[in-house]
């Protein structure tokens, strides 16, 4: 029995292995894209090409060099790197042969450039059978440990001067040498001791941190650029300075801040990082701010955030006259070009480009990804603007920018805060917009806008033509910009729910069918390809107005303009006799009628003043309030009172009842009105 037992409970128990460990004949591979199959290596690069839009070159033995940037995806990446410059080689024999890596970056000495080389060599052996862009995507993601790891050592060529010439006995003259640096005795390091608080101290500090803390995430908690590290030290925070145009060129694309608040704090003064901006044209305003922090202590964090959006063009001012270096480096680029100007004319050889003049461009105008940027520090040297400004022959227009593969022209629609996980690009398939009317400032709506096809329409109040036309762009997460809208006779007002195509960020598969979403909504799916998931976000739409405007023609012409009736009425004040008439006692409006556009207080008013029919009233103007609006049965929509004398009383109004005396009802008082004795005999 006892043994029957025991085989019982084995068979039960290899039952149950054999249950819950699948088969690995029913195992499902991973799908992969028919382009893939075909070419992984040309399908490999297309996914970087559309993910980073690197420089592409041909090298020796058909070796394929991609040069991008890659930014740290970290918030919270502790080193000062605002971009790796990545050199991806790859071989023709790919993917049986591996890629190899090269680090560009000239602010990144040379040991830690080996540690993310030989980083990258490692996850290639790791990752089998990986994309390009998923080892480029494991390489952002282990960036902060191959920097963490000890420098390699690397050799340091030193020239040495032979000095065995001078002097007839071969040896320089004691007067004229230099004491060595082993002669030179070193600068003793004098110990500064640590500041030591009380218990009381840390407390009252702890306390005042946690109550301005929470002052700081009520009041900018709901901002879409707001950010807090897990450790509740770092504050990503948006910032609008106050006098902007006044910043220098370096601190102008500046939208954000890292407010550093220590755990000590205020014992332990804050700090600020600026985003957006290089670290060298900010290091001396972000100095700046922490010593006046030091010196105010008794500022709460949020008067410490207020004071930095009123004063950064004056702490950048007083930091610029700190650096005297970079102000005389700014006077040589300012003259260089002024001398080689005069040491031509001088020649007698006449400037071929005199008659270009750079036009200043807004700073914003300006902002591109970066993956187009030239990597020379000469670059104000050439002909156009370095700081993004278009150059105009005079007579001419615009010449096109080379930074940009569309022209600058019409309204451009932005998504500044976007969020894209798992999201490579993101299309505009099919727009909406609403567009005010130029002539009546009135907004219609226009939806199902196809790209690069015109649509024209007309004003539904004052039937003026109108056509727009949509240049979209693909949204990624170098890009923030849609696309471009072409108006005639309308401007943008705002965005409508539209049809938005994602590429899966895994697979680099567009969605076979869109996703409907507007400002303010969250989309989340998966792909059709790969099963991965991915979420899209609009917190927020920008339109900004480029000239020299549209590129469509106009409209149609739109025909003499009707002269605006003067009615002499003020919004929350009646109308004469409250809209009543001698026709109509009981009625409380005023009717606009389409046929002439002219408000008369009904049909029949309308009919004695003018000499053509009536046609259907679609607005009219309460008699209670004198605002105009759409037309309703019963009541206004702004001071909700009844247009109809008693609500639900009027027998006719609307439609309700019948005239026909023969259809009426015997006890209705309406059928023997104004009826004599034997004609009210006849009708029973």
């Not at 207080?601 to 103007?621: F, L, V």
Request: net charge positive.
């Amino acid at each position: 029995m006892i043994s029957s037992t025991k085989g019982g409970e084995g068979a039960s128990i290899g039952h149950r292995q054999a249950v819950t460990s699948p088969s690995p004949s029913r195992v499902v591979p991973k799908p992969l894209p028919q382009s893939q199959v075909k070419d992984a290596r040309g399908y490999q690069i297309e996914q970087l090409k559309r993910r980073f839009s690197p420089k592409e070159s041909i090298l020796d033995n058909a070796t394929t060099s991609l040069v991008f940037k890659l930014a740290p995806s970290d918030p919270d990446f502790p080193f000062e790197l605002a971009h790796l410059e990545c050199d991806v080689r790859v071989p023709a024999s790919y993917p049986r042969a591996p890629p190899t890596l090269r680090v560009l970056n000239k602010d990144v000495p040379r040991g830690f450039g080996i540690n993310i080389e030989k980083g990258w060599d490692k996850l290639v052996q790791e990752k089998k059978g990986a994309t390009l862009l998923a080892l480029t995507n494991a390489l952002d993601r282990n960036l902060e440990s191959f920097l963490s790891e000890q420098k390699t050592e690397t050799v340091k060529v030193t020239i040495f001067k032979d000095t065995r010439h001078v002097g007839a006995s071969g040896k320089e003259p004691l007067s004229d040498l230099a004491p060595t640096a082993a002669a030179v005795p070193s600068a003793e390091r004098r110990y500064v001791p640590e500041e030591s608080y009380s218990k009381d101290d840390i407390a009252a500090a702890k306390a005042r941190r946690a109550q301005e803390v929470r002052q700081l995430e009520a009041r900018m908690g709901r901002d879409p650029l707001y950010h807090r590290s897990s450790d509740g030290i770092v504050y990503t925070l948006p910032i609008e300075p106050k006098r902007r145009s006044e910043l220098p060129v370096g601190l102008q694309t500046v939208r954000s801040f890292q407010l550093i608040v220590p755990l000590l704090y205020p014992l332990q003064a804050i700090h600020i990082l600026l985003n957006d901006v290089d670290s060298q044209d900010a290091e001396g305003t972000e100095g700046l701010f922490s010593e006046r922090a030091v010196a105010q202590k008794q500022m709460t964090l949020m008067s410490h955030i207020n004071s930095l959006a009123q004063n950064l063009h004056t702490l950048a001012r007083q930091a610029q006259a700190r650096t005297p270096a970079a102000t005389l480096l700014e006077a040589s680029r300012e003259e260089k070009p002024a001398q080689e100007e005069n040491s031509i004319d001088s020649g007698g050889v006449k400037d071929a480009k005199s008659h270009i003049k750079v036009i200043p461009r807004p700073p914003e105008w300006g902002h591109t990804d970066g993956s187009d940027e030239s990597d020379e520090d000469d670059s104000y040297e050439s002909d156009e603007s370095d700081d993004g400004g278009v150059a105009l022959e005079e007579g001419g227009t615009e010449a096109p920018t080379a930074s940009s593969s569309r022209p600058e022209r019409g309204t451009a629609i932005s998504f500044p805060s976007v969020q894209l996980h798992g999201v490579e690009l993101l299309e505009v398939s099919l727009l909406s917009l609403s567009i005010k009317c130029v002539r009546c400032k009135t907004i219609n709506e226009l939806t199902h806008l196809q790209p690069n096809l015109e649509k024209a329409s007309s004003c539904r109040k004052c039937a003026t033509p109108f056509a727009v036309r949509f240049r979209p762009e693909p949204v990624h997460a170098h890009s923030v910009r849609a696309g471009f809208v072409d108006a005639a006779g309308c401007t943008v007002a705002d965005l409508l729910p539209s049809t938005f195509v994602p590429t899966c960020g895994r697979c680099s598969t567009p969605t076979a069918t869109g996703f409907v979403s507007v400002r303010g909504e969250t989309t989340t799916n998966v792909c059709r390809e790969c099963h991965a998931r991915f979420t899209f976000a609009l917190p927020e739409v920008r339109f900004l107005a480029y000239a020299p405007g549209s590129a469509l023609a106009a409209a149609g012409p739109a025909g003499p303009r009707r002269r605006q009736e003067k009615l002499g009425l003020h919004a929350g004040e009646p109308l004469p006799d409250r809209g009543a008439c001698r026709h109509y006692k009981r009625s409380h409006r005023w009717f606009r009628f389409t046929c002439c556009a002219k408000v008369y207080a009904c049909d029949r008013c309308h009919d004695e003043g003018e000499a053509h029919g009536n046609e259907w009233a679609n607005r009219m103007i309460c008699g209670w309030c004198s605002r105009e609006q759409n037309y309703a049965v019963e009541s206004c929509q702004f001071c909700g009172r009844s247009v109809i004398g008693r609500r639900g009383n009027g027998y006719w109004e609307g439609g309700k009842g019948t005239r026909n005396r023969v259809l009426m009802r015997r006890g209705d008082k309406r059928k023997h009105r104004r009826v004599g004795p034997s004609e009210a005999k006849k009708t029973e």
